[in-house]
């Protein structure tokens, strides 16, 4: 009874803790039963902004010379001063109000000081003490889950990249790039509310897809333009969190997870011995995939932070945030519950645009008046109603953009305006072109591009259907009545250029000379073997080389067997 | 040569609107004059005034300090680690003058990166007082090498001298006020943020601010009028609805001046913390005899109390300190400065071995002091005690001089218009503040003790700094010489210190004007 009531004691004081630091409720993982992990993850997201913070040089690319994109204030020369970048500014509002964040109707930049070769003033300008937004969330979904875990966002700050420096351990001598030095990031903190390595994994990959959409950072981890460290700890499940460590600069998700679970593992060993977990800074090795101390707490530098006395208070009307909140791009959740329930399309395509969309380049200072993304592009094919929703997209998710990767391109190097695919879409619809003849038409107009109406390309393609009433022009003595090759599928497999002439003949010709070559099939069909009819219609499409519309060919032999008989 | 200089300056001084390009015209000169006094430490080539140009300040000598980034001379500012630094952009001020015609003689001394009082502490040696030279001396005066004050002794001394018109300083904690007063020059320090910082070299960037040194109040205002205007370089620099806002007051009060006696009338409020028992008998009895004269003439005398002023010199030196760790930091001879090749034991692993050997070389005793105590005022443990509580004294500094002037403090959160019963009902406040500039009169620089004991030196700085952390218009004036010359009187210069609200300049040198002519 005793030992119930300690146990219940101990219970209700970890209980009492656990509020104050968290949400949820703990979940058993099989991987180490018994225990919890609990996840913070401080992330580093470069501002997508043409220029630097606080100085006018631009920012710069990962492929750029070095110390190309540095003025005088970056390389911290004698009398410069800091002039705060209000476009830097304007991307963190929207990505604070992205995350719900409460912003911060006043803040100030603080100094960090530390002696590195990176840091050429010998402090990084940030946002310590009074950061731009604090407290939002961010719905993070799992795959095997059915509800989102809300990530609780801390603060969100602006503060300064810091340059490039590598060090040459043969020659023991350091190359520094200024080009980054300066450049904005968004340092962006959650509460400790992750509860594994996959939960992390899919924070950083939403937290990225919502970076992209509302345009302030690439989000590129490969690049280095999205960084994250993350503070691991480990409990016994019931019992307060443990001991933090905190994995410094992850630069992909697969190494944030690999760091993530080789940490959990440390951790797990040292509980085991019934010793405790040390507070330490760590590295991640990406060959071994082991984290490494580079120092303990007591090692812990003091970074003498001090309020910047250039840059004053950072001071945000209301109209500015409400301006900024009126222009906010659409979020991924939210796309993703549009595509769903206004178009009806199935969540797989949904994903497919989603993917799509992603992709696509974020724009400097978060201008989207730019080129439209995958999904505008969607948007506007289906605007008004006219077009199902479910046939455009297969023309632009399936022909489209087959075509564009069969030419190993992207949705970017994409030629083709809304204008025109609508218009080819339209064509279809209204039978004016066959889907066969619609698909080589595609391909014409991304191997040639121009701004002509896909009517026009069509009519110089002499790729209009024929039209089963259209009475004969001409006697069809022209017509060619061989040297085709036999064609499989239209649409991948090129077809010659045709002359004039052979446009003018009607449906109806082509029907009777199709009759005329098969005479023993004519008798078959008479006689009711309605499976000779394909082959009438095959000899049709061949010979019109996918102008003809199957059904109306079919229509035709029935009339002209018909008058036949008659 | 020395009759004739002596001559005319003594001309010179006699009129008080004359400019001294008559006497020390050509560069030659100014190097021989200026050797035995150490003011210059780089002089420019003549102009080609066959395309000087054409300008509200056209043909007038200015000297810049050291600390002011030119790109024609190095601008070392009196630090060995930047000993052959040339900067590669202009500083605003400077680039101000040239447009506006002006002479730029040549670079000052000054206290390395303006940490000092008496411009001891300088890679180029001190600036000799130049005040035995002039005829204000008096024909018996033997030639003392007393101290220039400091940071800005370069530029006062200059002006002293007769080398230049008039001169930009810094000001910091009273680095134009101090050197003023000592030669017997004019000093302005304007209201933080009217004049652009980029360019400058900074110390405290809280602080710091450029001014100008001239014979007279007429010449450092035909300058201060150039130079004090919006910069969007510099991130602290007012913008003019606020300018306007604090002029407009300021022009509504000088309007309201007799013009025939300015002085008549003027409230002006004796701050009763400004008399510390440092100071000297002999500035004591000079001040009183200005007070007597001012009185004489109109001016009505009101003893008033700023409480926080005592604490005032200790919060400077913890502000200023923290903020002079934080700004030296990027000295570390890499991208730029001295760098002084790591020994062969060094780690070259380790930054901060480095670092330190290029920082322990080529910082001056004063930077590394100061460097030290800011440092230690910034960590985790001492910041709350030491730099927070600074910023709170600021505040309360601040506070104070709001609650005496009549003007009121425009830059405050509430907007504030100008409106006539506003004026009229704060009219029990005073209209500007008088104490003396100095403890004392220019210190002797053979005197062991400068170097030595460098508390009180800090002391010098006493009256000037709380000026300083309010960001206040401060204009040295020399005390007329006694009449009745007191006992400890040593003829040397002494200054008083004319101080106004935030933004009303021309106010303080409307007054400085008036008080010239008495």
């Not at chain 1, 492929?63 to 540095?70: A, H, L, P, R």
């Amino acid at each position: 009874m005793l030992v119930r009531l300690l146990v219940r004691r101990q219970f209700i004081a970890c209980r009492r803790a656990r509020q104050l630091h968290s949400l949820r409720e703990p979940k058993e993982d099989p991987r180490w039963p018994g225990y919890e992990v609990v996840i913070g993850i401080e992330t580093h997201a470069q501002l997508k902004s043409r220029h630097k913070l606080f100085s006018h040089a631009l920012t710069s690319g990962p492929k750029e010379d070095s110390n190309t994109n540095v003025s005088v204030f970056d390389a911290a020369f004698p009398g410069t001063l800091p002039k705060l970048n209000p476009k830097c500014v304007d991307l963190a509002l929207r990505t604070s109000l992205a995350l719900n964040c409460e912003i911060q109707r006043r803040s100030s930049f603080d100094r960090k000081h530390y002696f590195y070769s990176d840091l050429p003033a010998g402090y990084q300008i940030t946002q310590q003490y009074a950061p731009l937004a604090k407290n939002g969330t961010l719905d993070v979904h799992l795959p095997d889950s059915s509800t989102p875990v809300s990530v609780r966002i801390k603060q969100l700050q602006l503060e300064q990249d810091t340059a490039k420096s590598t060090f040459s351990p043969r020659t023991l001598t350091s190359n520094i790039d200024l080009n980054r030095a300066g450049t904005g990031l968004m340092e962006i903190v959650t509460f400790p509310d992750l509860r594994s390595p996959e939960e992390a994994g899919a924070y950083v990959r939403t937290l990225q897809a919502l970076l992209r959409a509302v345009g302030s950072s690439d989000g590129n981890m490969e690049e280095g333009s999205l960084r994250c460290d993350v503070n691991v700890s480990v409990n016994r499940i019931g019992e307060p969190f443990g001991t933090r460590c905190e994995i410094k600069n992850l630069n992909s998700v697969k190494f944030m997870m690999a760091a993530i679970v080789h940490e959990i593992r440390r951790h797990l060993d040292i509980l085991a011995t019934h010793s405790s977990v040390s507070q330490e800074t760590l590295g991640f090795d990406e060959n071994t995939f082991e984290t490494f101390k580079l120092r303990s707490k007591e090692d812990a530098p003091d970074y003498r932070y001090m309020p910047d006395p250039n840059l004053g208070t950072l001071v945000l009307s209301e109209e500015r945030i409400s301006s900024v909140q009126s222009t906010l791009p659409e979020l991924p959740m939210q796309t993703r519950q549009r595509l769903l329930s206004s178009y009806g399309l199935s969540e797989k395509n949904v994903d497919v645009l989603m993917k799509l969309d992603s992709s696509k380049d974020v724009p400097v200072d978060g201008d989207n008046s730019a080129t439209p993304g995958p999904i505008q592009f969607f948007d506007e094919l289906c605007q008004g109603g006219k077009r199902n929703p479910k046939i455009a997209f297969n023309w632009m998710a399936h022909e489209l953009l087959g075509q564009l990767t069969a030419r190993k391109q992207s949705f970017q190097n994409n030629t083709i305006t809304v204008q025109q695919l609508s218009e080819l879409i339209d064509l279809v619809q209204d039978k004016q072109i066959t889907g066969t003849s619609a698909k080589y038409l595609l391909r014409h107009m991304l191997s040639n591009p121009s701004s002509e109406s896909t009517r026009e390309i069509a009519e110089e393609q002499q790729l209009m259907s024929f039209a089963s009433t259209e009475p004969p022009t001409n006697d069809g003595t022209a017509f060619p009545d061989s040297g085709y090759p036999p064609s499989g599928s239209p649409s991948t497999s090129s077809i010659p250029p045709t002359t004039t002439v052979e446009s003018a003949i009607g449906l109806d010709v082509l029907v009777g000379r199709a009759l005329a070559a098969m005479p023993k099939e004519v008798e078959a069909l008479k006689a009711g073997h309605k499976g000779v009819m394909n082959k009438f219609v095959g000899w049709v499409m061949r010979e019109s080389r996918g102008r003809a519309d199957a059904r109306l060919v079919k229509e035709e032999i029935e009339r002209m067997l018909r008058k036949d008989l008659d | 040569m020395r009759g004739n200089t002596t001559a005319s300056l003594r001309r010179l001084l006699s009129s008080p609107s004359s400019h001294c390009t008559r006497c020390y015209s050509t560069r030659q000169t100014v190097i021989e004059q200026n050797a035995k006094i150490n003011a210059f430490v780089h002089i420019n080539p003549e102009p080609d005034h066959s395309v000087s140009r054409a300008g509200a300040l056209s043909g007038l000598k200015v000297a810049v300090k050291d600390n002011i980034a030119t790109t024609d001379s190095p601008t070392t500012c009196s630090s060995s680690i930047l000993k052959t630094f040339v900067s590669p952009f202009e500083a605003t001020v400077v680039q101000k003058l040239r447009e506006d015609g002006a002479d730029i003689v040549g670079k000052t001394n000054c206290d390395e990166f303006g940490m000092g009082s008496l411009n001891i502490y300088s890679i180029h040696g001190p600036t000799v007082n130049p005040f035995p030279l002039t005829p204000n001396a008096g024909p018996s005066a033997e030639f003392e090498q007393r101290s220039a004050g400091g940071s800005s002794g370069g530029s006062a001394a200059a002006v002293a001298m007769g080398l230049c018109d008039a001169a930009l300083g810094t000001d910091t904690g009273g680095s134009i006020r101090l050197p003023a007063s000592y030669c017997g020059v004019v000093g302005f320090k304007p209201s933080y943020g009217l004049v652009s910082r980029w360019g400058v070299v900074s110390y405290a960037d809280s602080l710091d601010c450029v001014g100008v040194l001239g014979t007279d109040v007429a010449a450092v205002k035909r300058v201060f009028d150039r130079i004090s205007s919006f910069d969007a370089k510099d991130p602290t620099s007012t913008v003019l609805e606020i300018r306007k806002a604090a002029s407009d007051y300021a022009k509504q009060r000088l309007q309201s001046f007799n013009q025939s006696n300015p002085l008549n009338g003027l409230k002006i409020g004796i701050p009763q913390e400004f008399f510390p028992t440092e100071l000297s008998n002999a500035v004591l009895n000079r001040f009183r005899t200005t007070l007597r004269t001012l009185k004489s003439h109109g001016a009505q005398l009101i003893p008033v109390t700023l409480p926080s002023s005592s604490y005032a010199l200790s919060a400077y030196y913890v502000l200023a300190s923290a903020e002079a760790s934080s700004n030296m930091a990027r000295y570390d001879g890499i991208q730029y400065g001295e760098r002084k090749t790591p020994s062969l034991q060094t780690d070259l692993r380790s930054v901060s071995s480095v670092y330190s050997q290029s920082r322990s070389a080529h910082f001056g005793p004063e930077v590394q002091r100061r460097i030290l105590l800011g440092t230690y005022a910034l960590t985790a443990d001492a910041f709350d005690n030491y730099f927070l509580q600074a910023q709170r004294v600021r505040q309360l500094v601040k506070d104070d001089f709001d609650a005496v002037f009549s003007i009121p403090n425009v830059r405050g959160d509430t907007k504030v218009k100008v409106d006539e019963t506003e004026l009229d009902n704060s009219s029990y406040g005073v209209d500007i503040l008088l104490h003396p500039s100095a403890i004392g009169s220019a210190p002797a620089l053979s005197s062991g003790t400068l170097s030595n004991s460098s508390l009180d030196a800090y002391v010098q700085d006493l009256l000037t700094v709380p000026a300083s952390l309010a960001g206040l218009p401060a204009l040295n004036v020399p005390c007329p010489a006694a009449v009745d010359m007191v006992a400890g009187d040593d003829g040397w210069p002494i200054g008083c210190s004319i101080i106004g609200q935030w933004g009303s300049d021309e106010l303080v040198l409307g007054v400085g004007k008036a008080m010239s002519f008495l």
